[in-house]
Nanobody, 124 residues
Framework: QVQLVESGGGLVQPGGSLRVSCAAS????????MSWFGQRLGQERELVAS????????SPVDSVRGRFTISRDNAKNMVWLQMNSLQPEDTAVYFC?????????????????WGLGTQVTVTS
């Protein structure tokens, strides 16, 4: 059974940090690009960061670039998103997604597998 399971979300004060994790199973993670998406309440899912199967990092969101860092360990089938200097606008459900390495990872419709998400809430 293919699964992506996120963990590590929670409530944090502005300026704080969190690291969310994604554990993959049931497929060969090394043949997929892995990405983190954020989805705010009532809004569409947005690509926050992506790391290719060979380690190439993509950070398309200006507001989080330099604050959020994605990493992976193919041997462990794990992906992480380190989130620093968190602000209230970062509040979202964060999803882990996997897309076949020959597909465009910028297109949310290309993703083969999704986790159920982990809630990150930033508030004072």
């Amino acid at each position: 059974q293919v699964q992506l399971v996120e963990s590590g979300g929670g409530l944090v004060q502005p300026g704080g940090s969190l690291r969310v994790s994604c554990a993959a199973s049931g497929f060969t993670c090394s043949t997929y690009h892995m990405s983190w998406f954020g989805q705010r309440l009532g809004q569409e899912r947005e690509l926050v960061a992506s790391i290719g199967n060979s380690g190439n990092v993509m950070s398309p969101v200006d507001s989080v670039r330099g604050r959020f860092t994605i990493s992976r360990d193919n041997a462990k089938n794990m992906v992480w998103l380190q989130m620093n200097s968190l602000q209230p606008e970062d509040t979202a459900v964060y999803f882990c997604g996997a897309v076949w390495s020959s597909s465009d990872r910028l297109d949310v419709n290309n993703y083969a597998y999704w986790g159920l998400g982990t809630q990150v809430t930033v508030t004072s």
